[in-house]
């Protein structure tokens, strides 16, 4: 049974930075796409970040500049670095991954088959 388990949320204040990691189990993840996905408190969840198994990556607007995804496929770990931390990014961060390894950087929520349970980053201004 394949796992995802986030780590590394918090508070800090804007400007700040984290870096959340999701460590995977139950098989390999390295020929698969990851992808990182929030939700913020009465907003839907939305793409946030993906990087596909050669290390071709994908932002989202909101997050171009400030946020990078890596994986350690060694680790079979994936990993995201905020920078420049606003308020605005206070949300519940999950990692995903897809079952079908042809998906090369797909940002859909339909896409994600396995999902983590979620860390909660909270920013304040």
């Known amino acids: 049974q394949a796992q995802l388990v986030e780590s590394g949320g918090g508070l800090v204040q804007a400007g700040g930075s984290l870096r ?6 139950g098989r390999t993840f390295r020929t698969y796409a990851m992808g990182w996905f929030r939700q ?14 050669s290390g071709s990556t994908l932002y ?3 997050v171009k500049g400030r946020f990078t995804i890596a994986r350690d496929n060694a680790k079979n770990t994936l990993y995201l670095q905020m920078n420049s931390l606003k308020p605005e990014d206070t ?3 999950y990692c995903a991954a897809p079952s079908d390894s042809r998906s090369y950087l797909p940002t859909r929520e339909s896409t994600y088959d396995y999902w983590g349970q979620g860390t909660q980053v909270t920013v304040s201004s």
């Open 40 to 53: 913020a408190p009465g907003k839907e969840r939305e793409f946030v970040a993906v990087i596909s198994s």
């Open 91 to 93: 949300a519940v961060y």
């Open 60 to 62: 989202a607007d909101s």
């Open 20 to 25: 959340l990691s999701c460590a995977a189990s």
